[in-house]
């Protein structure tokens, strides 16, 4: 089975920082381009941060940039988030997804993302 | 505000038709065949319904069908059933600036 698991979330005070793990089984991890994606109970999916199969290429949304990193460890099947510099805003559930695109080497086109983890929750709150 | 603007939300009653519509800009939608759809019942994982603007991953209800023109990309449902009823968020490739842009997504509701 394909199957995607997150872990690392929990409840940190602002300031502070988390990392987030997902772990991948059932397909060839470096082949696929994967995705954060966070979503505030209530609100919307929101793009958090993408990183190419091989790494190399690695893509933040605006209000991430500077303060979250995405890596993976192909040789572990797992992708990382680490969270910095955490804001109240920042709380939501936080999805892990894998690109449907097979070549996704180097860079991370979008073309759709067909395997989610369940997600993990990220509190923060003082 | 969300960079891809769809409608709150949409109704039909079962067995009808309904379009979702998703409107972005020449730089998004209007410039790659990268759209994508979701249905994400509340509580649960979000389902890739359709990727590259008209394919449909294997197992999803050949009833999902999308399709595009110019900016704005559309989502149809043919035969609407009860189990469709779901929020749908469509998505695009946003180019060099940012990967992937979002939706605010559309209620359906099935009367």
């Known amino acids: 089975d394909v199957q995607l698991l997150e872990s690392g979330g929990g409840l940190v005070q602002p300031g502070g920082s988390l990392k987030l793990s997902c772990v991948a089984s059932g397909f060839t991890f470096s082949n696929h381009a994967m995705t954060w994606v966070r979503q505030v109970p209530g609100k919307g999916l929101e793009y958090v941060s993408s990183?190419?199969?091989?790494?190399?290429?690695?893509y933040y949304a605006d209000s991430v940039k500077g303060r979250f990193t995405i890596s993976r460890d192909n040789s572990k099947n797992t992708l990382y988030l680490q969270m910095d510099s955490l804001r109240v805003e920042d709380t939501a559930i936080f999805y892990c997804?894998?690109?449907?695109?097979?070549?996704?080497?180097?860079?991370?086109?979008?073309?759709?993302?067909?395997?989610w983890g369940q997600g993990t929750t990220v509190t923060v709150s003082s | 505000q969300s960079a891809l603007t769809q409608p709150a939300s949409v109704s039909g009653s079962p067995g009808q038709s309904i379009t979702l519509s998703c409107t972005g800009t020449?730089?998004?939608?209007?410039?790659?065949?990268?759209v994508s759809w979701y249905q994400h019942h509340p509580g649960k994982v979000p389902k890739l319904v359709i990727y590259e603007v008209n394919k449909r991953p294997s197992g999803v209800s050949d009833r999902f069908s999308g399709s595009k023109s110019g900016n704005t990309a559309s989502l149809t449902i043919s035969g609407l059933q009860a189990e469709d009823e779901a929020d749908y968020y469509c998505?695009?490739?946003?180019?060099?600036?940012?990967?992937?842009?979002f939706g605010g997504g559309t209620k359906l509701t099935v009367l």
């Open positions: 998505s695009s490739f946003g180019g060099s600036r940012i990967r992937v842009l």
């Open positions: 990183i190419s199969g091989f790494g190399s290429g690695t």
């Open positions: 997804a894998k690109d449907i695109d097979t070549s996704g080497w180097y860079h991370h086109y979008h073309h759709g993302m067909d395997v």
């Open positions: 020449s730089s998004d939608v209007g410039n790659y065949l990268l």
